[in-house]
């Protein structure tokens, strides 16, 4: 099972922190979205069933986040852009395709 590149543990684990910095209302994620935050953050190893469902959330959320970013909006006023980092970033999905070309998913 692979372990997520650093920049997708930095991306995630910057989530993390403005999610700690920003008020409650303003906070991004699920459950899933925070687990699967902490996870990457950690070093984790992912499974293939993990790589499929980041694949699928990276795949929906892609245009709320350029959307997002297209406004000049950040993580820290954008649940867009914040939970869209949780995931482990814009960078995740080459990752994720990547990983699961490999394995012939």
């Known amino acids: 099972m692979p372990v997520a590149p650093d920049y997708i543990r930095k991306a995630a ?5 403005i999610r700690k910095t920003v008020s409650p209302s303003n906070r991004a994620g699920t459950l899933v979205g925070l687990a699967r935050a902490n996870q990457l953050a950690n070093g984790e190893n992912v499974s293939t069933q993990t ?14 986040y350029t959307e997002a970013k297209a406004k000049g909006k950040t993580a820290a006023n954008s649940k867009a852009i914040q939970a869209y980092l949780l995931w482990g970033g ?3 999905l080459p990752w994720v395709n990547s990983e699961l070309k490999k394995l012939g998913k």
Do not use: F, T, V
Request: hydrophobic share 40%; charged share 35%; aromatic share 4%.
């Open 13 to 17: 684990q910057k989530a993390l922190d």
């Open 51 to 64: 790589l499929l469902r980041m694949r699928s959330y990276l795949l929906r959320a892609k245009r709320n």
């Open 90 to 92: 814009p960078r995740a």
